[in-house]
Nanobody, 116 residues
Framework: VQLQASGGGLVQPGGSLRLSCAAS????????MGWFRQAPGKEREFVAS????????NYADSVKGRFTISRDNAKNTVYLQMNNLKPEDTAVYYC??????????WGQGTQVTVSS
């Protein structure tokens, strides 16, 4: 199983970024996918998840209305569109796959920095 996250970078407050996570080594369409983040000195936290068929998305309260998770099962890729970014969104963002019980495989992370 491989999860390759990309799309991070430096953006000003109020800006947007789209993260991508390319998956391989498993039947992508059969698994829930999630995004998490970890800021310096803080624990990793849940950001968003999406069930197998591009429905039933869940979001952390801190990102509702600003972030949108989506997936393209034909491309084995999950996305996180992040709008109206705030400095507190600064973190390393990770994608992960859920096996029905836990998130068991994790990507390497991509850095998002929101700063003026």
């Amino acid at each position: 199983v491989q999860l390759q996250a990309s799309g991070g970078g430096l953006v000003q407050p109020g800006g947007s970024l789209r993260l991508s996570c390319a998956a391989s080594g498993f039947t992508f369409s059969s698994y829930r996918m999630g995004w998490f983040r970890q800021a310096p000195g803080k624990e990793r936290e849940f950001v968003a998840s999406m069930m197998r068929m591009n429905i039933f998305a869940n979001y952390a309260d801190s990102v509702k209305g600003r972030f949108t998770i989506s997936r393209d099962n034909a491309k084995n890729t999950v996305y996180l569109q992040m709008n109206n970014l705030k400095p507190e969104d600064t973190a390393v963002y990770y994608c992960a796959t859920h096996n029905g019980s836990v998130y068991n495989y994790w990507g390497q992370g991509t850095q998002v920095t929101v700063s003026s």
